[in-house]
Protein backbone atom coordinates (compact mmCIF):
# COMPACT_ATOMS: atom_id res chain seq x y z
CA UNK A 1 0.00 0.00 0.00
CA UNK A 2 2.61 2.94 0.91
CA UNK A 3 4.31 1.81 -2.66
CA UNK A 4 1.27 2.64 -4.72
CA UNK A 5 0.39 5.92 -2.58
CA UNK A 6 4.29 7.08 -3.07
CA UNK A 7 4.46 6.07 -6.47
CA UNK A 8 1.63 8.84 -7.06
CA UNK A 9 2.83 11.48 -5.12
CA UNK A 10 3.52 14.69 -7.16
CA UNK A 11 4.13 18.19 -5.87
CA UNK A 12 4.03 21.18 -7.38
CA UNK A 13 4.45 23.65 -4.75
CA UNK A 14 5.90 24.44 -1.51
CA UNK A 15 3.31 23.48 0.48
CA UNK A 16 1.98 20.45 -1.25
CA UNK A 17 5.80 19.25 -0.71
CA UNK A 18 6.01 20.48 3.25
CA UNK A 19 2.86 18.16 3.56
CA UNK A 20 3.80 15.68 1.66
CA UNK A 21 6.90 15.12 2.96
CA UNK A 22 5.66 15.40 6.52
CA UNK A 23 2.90 12.93 5.97
CA UNK A 24 5.82 10.30 4.66
CA UNK A 25 7.81 11.00 7.30
CA UNK A 26 4.88 10.00 9.72
CA UNK A 27 3.98 7.17 8.15
CA UNK A 28 7.57 5.65 8.42
CA UNK A 29 8.15 6.71 11.64
CA UNK A 30 4.96 4.65 13.11
CA UNK A 31 4.68 1.96 10.10
CA UNK A 32 7.59 0.62 8.40
CA UNK A 33 10.87 -0.75 10.47
CA UNK A 34 12.45 -1.85 7.49
CA UNK A 35 14.47 0.32 5.60
CA UNK A 36 14.82 -1.50 2.65
CA UNK A 37 11.29 -0.54 2.09
CA UNK A 38 12.63 3.09 2.48
CA UNK A 39 15.27 2.83 0.46
CA UNK A 40 13.19 0.95 -2.43
CA UNK A 41 10.38 2.55 -2.44
CA UNK A 42 11.18 6.19 -1.13
CA UNK A 43 14.38 6.65 -2.37
CA UNK A 44 14.68 5.13 -5.80
CA UNK A 45 11.34 5.16 -6.98
CA UNK A 46 10.10 8.36 -5.95
CA UNK A 47 11.29 11.61 -6.77
CA UNK A 48 12.08 12.60 -3.35
CA UNK A 49 14.33 15.34 -5.02
CA UNK A 50 11.55 16.79 -6.62
CA UNK A 51 9.59 16.51 -3.11
CA UNK A 52 12.71 18.44 -1.71
CA UNK A 53 13.22 20.88 -4.42
CA UNK A 54 9.89 22.61 -3.64
CA UNK A 55 10.64 22.97 -0.10
CA UNK A 56 11.28 27.03 1.02
CA UNK A 57 14.22 26.84 2.94
CA UNK A 58 13.48 30.43 4.54
CA UNK A 59 11.18 29.26 6.80
CA UNK A 60 11.36 27.35 9.84
CA UNK A 61 8.88 24.80 9.05
CA UNK A 62 11.17 23.28 6.27
CA UNK A 63 14.40 22.82 8.73
CA UNK A 64 12.02 21.33 11.35
CA UNK A 65 11.25 18.63 8.76
CA UNK A 66 14.75 18.31 7.62
CA UNK A 67 14.83 17.87 11.01
CA UNK A 68 12.44 15.31 11.60
CA UNK A 69 13.58 13.38 8.99
CA UNK A 70 16.79 13.05 10.71
CA UNK A 71 15.40 12.24 13.56
CA UNK A 72 13.51 9.53 11.32
CA UNK A 73 16.45 8.09 10.42
CA UNK A 74 18.44 7.89 13.50
CA UNK A 75 15.55 6.12 15.60
CA UNK A 76 14.90 3.57 12.83
CA UNK A 77 18.74 2.89 12.72
CA UNK A 78 18.58 3.77 8.89
CA UNK A 79 22.02 3.61 8.20
CA UNK A 80 25.01 1.60 5.90
CA UNK A 81 25.79 -1.97 6.97
CA UNK A 82 28.04 -4.25 5.58
CA UNK A 83 26.17 -6.49 2.03
CA UNK A 84 23.68 -3.54 2.41
CA UNK A 85 24.49 -1.58 -0.20
CA UNK A 86 21.70 -0.63 -2.05
CA UNK A 87 20.00 0.45 1.02
CA UNK A 88 23.00 2.25 2.03
CA UNK A 89 23.16 4.60 -1.45
CA UNK A 90 19.36 5.12 -1.39
CA UNK A 91 19.50 6.29 2.56
CA UNK A 92 22.66 8.19 1.87
CA UNK A 93 20.82 10.62 -0.95
CA UNK A 94 18.39 11.28 0.95
CA UNK A 95 20.48 12.02 3.64
CA UNK A 96 22.73 14.25 0.93
CA UNK A 97 19.57 16.12 -0.05
CA UNK A 98 18.45 17.11 3.86
CA UNK A 99 22.16 18.23 4.21
CA UNK A 100 21.64 20.30 1.15
CA UNK A 101 17.89 22.08 2.57
CA UNK A 102 20.03 22.62 6.10
CA UNK A 103 22.71 24.13 4.28
CA UNK A 104 20.99 26.47 2.28
CA UNK A 105 18.75 27.31 5.46
CA UNK A 106 21.76 28.03 7.46
CA UNK A 107 22.87 30.20 4.65
CA UNK A 108 19.44 31.64 4.22
CA UNK A 109 19.40 33.28 7.81
CA UNK A 110 20.68 34.10 11.24
CA UNK A 111 18.74 30.75 13.66
CA UNK A 112 17.52 31.30 16.70
CA UNK A 113 20.20 30.28 19.45
CA UNK A 114 17.21 27.35 19.92
CA UNK A 115 16.62 26.48 16.61
CA UNK A 116 20.86 26.12 16.65
CA UNK A 117 20.48 23.84 19.38
CA UNK A 118 17.37 21.23 17.84
CA UNK A 119 19.96 21.58 14.50
CA UNK A 120 22.89 20.02 16.61
CA UNK A 121 21.26 17.92 18.72
CA UNK A 122 18.68 15.95 15.32
CA UNK A 123 21.19 16.28 12.59
CA UNK A 124 24.08 13.36 12.01
CA UNK A 125 27.26 14.39 13.62
CA UNK A 126 28.81 13.94 10.32
CA UNK A 127 26.73 16.40 8.82
CA UNK A 128 27.61 18.80 11.61
CA UNK A 129 31.01 18.10 11.33
CA UNK A 130 30.95 18.98 7.69
CA UNK A 131 29.51 22.27 8.54
CA UNK A 132 32.17 23.40 11.23
CA UNK A 133 34.97 22.54 9.05
CA UNK A 134 33.30 24.40 6.26
CA UNK A 135 32.61 27.28 8.70
CA UNK A 136 36.04 27.24 9.95
CA UNK A 137 37.61 27.61 6.64
CA UNK A 138 35.52 30.58 5.42
CA UNK A 139 36.03 32.19 8.97
CA UNK A 140 39.70 31.77 8.02
CA UNK A 141 39.32 33.16 4.98
CA UNK A 142 37.70 36.24 5.72
CA UNK A 143 40.06 36.81 8.37
CA UNK A 144 43.07 36.38 5.84
CA UNK A 145 41.61 38.70 3.86
CA UNK A 146 40.46 41.18 6.44
CA UNK A 147 44.37 41.10 7.65
CA UNK A 148 45.54 41.46 3.57
CA UNK A 149 42.80 44.54 3.59
CA UNK A 150 44.42 46.79 6.24
CA UNK A 151 48.39 45.75 5.85
CA UNK A 152 46.95 47.72 2.04
CA UNK A 153 46.19 51.07 4.04
Same mark, same amino acid.
Not at 23 to 47: I, K, M, Q
Not at 60 to 83: H, N, P, Q, Y
Not at 87 to 105: M, P
Given at each position: ?? @????? $??? +?? =???????????? /? /????? =???? *??? &???? &???? +??? @?????????????????????? $????????????????? &????? *? +???? #???? #??????????? #??????????????? +?? @??? @??????? $?? #? %?? %?????????
Amino acid at each position: MF @RSIIM $RVC +VH =NHQEALHTCTLV /A /AYLGH =NVED *RLV &FSTY &FCTH +VPY @RSLFFYLDISEDATIELALSWF $RLMTKKGWTFEDGDESC &FWGIE *R +VKEA #LADI #LRDYLRSKTPS #LEMMERIVRDTPGDI +VA @RYF @RHSVHEA $RT #L %RE %REDDGSEDD
